[in-house]
């Protein structure tokens, strides 16, 4: 609609002080209208209805709830750290170089999207998981500072916040060690913070190595805002008569413990449906002790002598109304399992109100240390915990066929209120090494390594300069900046957890000649 006119105060006891412009109104001289609108399948204008309305509705309507401030507020937010961003590398020398959307598939990590080539029959594109190779190509081609905003592309099966397409804050640098990536990194987020929330965030961030972070939080993407922290008890129940721990202890395990104070009154319920405690005890269900009454009610401290519980009061600092969970499992198994735990912990007591964290606090966090590589059980064999391009620290390049496990990478996380904002490396760029780590260590057959990798070890072989980068999850870091769960709702455009784009319905079906073109042909397995 078009009105013009003079806008005057509105008459004395016609104001509405609950809107903007409730104290003024237009005289009316003319009027014209520039288009009709049907009734929205929904209201665009009031928080409290909007909030309730069905995603997938929103999502269909998608230009209509674009129209909330809400969703106005996220897109302008994210706009303006976008550029602020672009602003920030351009003053530290950095050069934004695009790079190419249609790839090769090097299937390595996530499963990829594949796009049939028409003109080379039976070939095709793959859509990168990430820049990650070109970035490193560009630093052999002498860009030394590269960064992108790059778009993304993996065809995971979709857990609850994730994107088949996503956007990462992507860079690479020449001549660089861990330290300069570090400093980068939170010299950016201290200018998106600033630029967001008008927040000064204390830097240098603290680091934790992979193993204290396990140790003490059971995962590598702490969140450090409480304390709840793993205690150790192998030593004190190697001899326990206790069968299951010092079973798992004897067969090279661990046993970890963790205080969920004031957590006593949890029903056995909800100590069932704690999350992996079945993997952990099998049949026997997960180990706790609840503190009620001045007693220790469990049915496993009648195994435990006076030693033992000493060492757990003293450890676990516990009183009245304390509810004790343990794991006795491999180490990594017994850390993860009571790092499940925690914070399934932290969010029962936070809805109780008997843990409370400022919103406004960010704990971030440099994890380091990580070790190059880990194993996969069912397939018998080491695979890289970050991808085949990180470095091993220089020490260790000597055990790499002789003793991985030992061998440490150069890897790096930055981690954010138990959120991992993204991660990346120093690479490897001797040729030689590369080559090992591909064939010797990952066991990728010499021709397939030629295939994938080939044009990536030639480049290497003309003065390749020792470099390393980083990428940032951006859509996760605008959520996190934005105070929302969901990386939906800083995108313009989202997928459904399933993939589907329900405003333009697709995925969808093709004609028979656009697939013959591609010399294509499908078929779908009969539904049983
Ligand atoms: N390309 C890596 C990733 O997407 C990040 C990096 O190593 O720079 O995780």
Not at 225 to 248: C, H, I, N, P, Q
Not at 429 to 453: G, N, S, T, Y
């Amino acid at each position: 609609m078009t009105v013009t006119g003079v806008v005057r105060a509105r008459p004395s006891g016609t104001n509405n002080t609950k809107i903007p412009t409730g104290e003024v109104e237009i005289g009316v001289k003319t009027l014209e209208v520039l288009n009709m609108a049907d009734v929205l399948p929904f209201p665009v204008d009031d928080p409290e209805v909007a909030k309730n309305v069905n995603e997938e509705l929103r999502l269909q309507y998608r230009y209509l709830d674009l129209r909330r401030p809400e969703m106005a507020r996220n897109l302008r937010l994210r706009s303006k750290v976008a550029t602020a961003t672009r602003v920030y590398f351009d003053e530290q020398g950095f050069l934004e170089v695009e790079t190419p959307t249609l790839f090769k598939s090097t299937p390595e990590g996530a499963r990829e999207f594949l796009v049939p080539s028409r003109v080379h029959p039976g070939k095709f594109y793959a859509l990168p998981q990430s820049p990650q190779q070109f970035k490193q190509i560009l630093m052999v081609g002498g860009i030394e500072k590269y960064f992108q905003l790059a778009r993304c592309y993996r065809d995971e099966d979709l857990r609850a916040d994730r994107q088949p397409e996503f956007t990462q804050v992507d860079l690479e640098m020449s001549f660089i060690e861990r330290e300069d990536i570090y400093l980068l990194i939170e010299g950016l987020l201290k200018r998106v913070w600033k630029t967001a929330l008008g927040m000064d965030i204390p830097t240098p961030f603290k680091r934790i190595s992979f193993e204290e972070a396990l140790n003490r939080y059971g995962i590598d993407k702490p969140d450090t805002r409480y304390g709840m922290e793993l205690m150790d008890f192998t030593e004190e129940f190697r001899k326990s008569t206790f069968k299951v721990f010092s079973g798992a202890i004897a067969a090279g395990g661990s046993v970890k413990a963790l205080n969920a104070k004031g957590m006593a009154d949890a029903t056995q319920g909800q100590i069932e449906t704690m999350p992996e405690n079945a993997k952990s005890f099998g049949a026997k269900g997960l180990a706790y002790i609840k503190v009620e009454n001045g007693e220790w009610k469990s049915p496993i401290v009648k195994f435990f002598n006076e030693t033992e519980k000493a060492a757990l009061i003293e450890k676990l600092k516990i009183e009245e109304g304390d509810l004790i969970l343990f794991a006795a499992d491999q180490w990594l198994n017994a850390c993860e399992i009571l790092g499940k735990i925690r914070i399934y912990c932290a969010d029962i007591l936070r809805t109780r109100g008997k843990l409370v964290i400022e919103p406004s606090r960010f704990d971030f966090l440099w994890v380091v240390d990580f070790p190059l590589l880990a194993f996969d059980k069912e397939q018998n064999r080491w695979y890289s915990s970050h991808h085949p391009f990180t470095a091993p620290v220089a020490d260790d390049i000597q055990f790499l066929t002789s003793d991985p496990k030992k061998v440490r990478g150069q890897h790096y996380d930055i981690v954010v209120n138990g959120v991992e904002l993204g991660g990346g490396s120093i690479r490897i760029h001797q040729p030689e090494v590369q080559k090992i780590v591909f064939e010797q260590v990952l066991q990728i057959p010499p021709d397939l390594v030629k295939a994938r990798f080939g044009y990536m070890l030639e480049a290497f072989r003309y003065g390749a300069p020792p470099h390393g980068g980083i990428a940032l999850g951006f859509d996760r870091l605008i959520a996190i900046l934005c105070g929302t769960p969901s990386i939906r709702d800083v995108i313009a455009f989202p997928k459904t957890a399933k993939g589907a784009d329900l405003m333009t319905d697709s995925p969808a079906g093709v004609e028979a000649r656009q697939l013959r073109d591609l010399y294509l042909e499908v078929k779908i397995p009969k539904k049983e």
